[in-house]
């Protein structure tokens, strides 16, 4: 059974500040995404990430994958305001015989950046 | 381009009352799925749907049923609700395995409540 844990679950960070987020997975897969998801809202697509080492950068977020090691870190460099939500890592279980992939998510990282 | 399209977006239910939540998307996508997400939890799958004319079970089946109407529709029904669905409802889409970079699409939710 595949099993996602991201850490911290919650984090609270000033303005200007650097943290990562860790995401740990279980079983091998090269396929790994990060949501976010503000209050009431749905999932918004951030970055996916295809093959070992992997690395993608959108603004003040950055992802990487390490397939070997079965961890992604999602990055955040000088945090605003605005990028307080949930964030979510979620891993692709892979050709299931059935033809189809299917996400396996972890709990979420909450994160609010005080201004 | 509306991608995945969830009705209804709110629903209030008794308990032992049935209701159907209903899903298309627009992407031309292969695959088909239906989560629910709780607090703390992340999101879980319910079922799937691979291809059109196929459906199978995910982590938390029970006291749900799928029918994969079409390509482009997959709907989820409660046959008799009770307070332990209370959850929000995720619909997403995906193209076939192997082909493009295997992205998901999320619908905007259904926030049911059971009374």
């Known amino acids: 059974e595949l099993k996602v844990e991201q850490n911290p679950l919650f984090l609270s960070m000033q303005e200007g500040k650097n943290y990562t987020i860790y995401c740990n997975y279980s079983?091998?897969?090269?396929?790994l995404y990060w949501y976010r998801q503000d209050p009431g809202k749905s999932l918004e697509s951030l970055f996916v990430?295809?093959?070992?080492?992997a690395v993608k950068q959108e603004g003040r977020l950055m992802a990487s994958l390490d397939t070997k090691a079965r961890l992604s870190t999602l990055h955040i460099t000088a945090a605003v305001h605005d990028l307080s939500a949930t964030y979510f890592c979620?891993?692709?279980?892979?050709?299931?015989?059935?033809?189809?992939?299917?996400?396996?998510f972890g709990k979420g990282t909450k994160l609010s950046v005080i201004p | 381009n509306a991608g995945v399209t969830q009705t209804p977006k709110f629903q209030v239910l008794k308990t032992g009352q049935s209701m159907t939540l209903q899903c298309a998307q627009d992407?031309?996508?292969?695959?088909m799925y239906w989560y629910r997400q709780d607090p703390g939890m992340g999101l879980r799958l319910i079922y799937y749907?691979?291809?059109?004319?196929?459906?199978d079970k995910g982590e938390v089946p029970n006291g749900y049923n799928v029918s994969r109407l079409n390509k482009r529709e997959f709907s989820l029904r409660l046959e008799s609700a009770a307070p332990s669905q209370t959850s929000v409802y995720f619909c997403?889409?995906?193209?076939?395995?192997?082909?493009?970079?295997?992205?998901?699409?999320f619908g905007s939710g259904t926030r049911l409540t059971v009374v």
């Open positions: 997403a889409s995906s193209e076939a395995p192997g082909t493009g970079r295997g992205g998901y699409t």
């Open positions: 079983t091998t897969s090269d396929r």
């Open positions: 990430l295809l093959s070992n080492g």
């Open positions: 979620a891993v692709d279980k892979g050709y299931s015989g059935a033809g189809s992939y299917q996400l396996t």
């Open positions: 992407m031309n996508h292969n695959s």
């Open positions: 749907s691979a291809s059109e004319g196929t459906t």
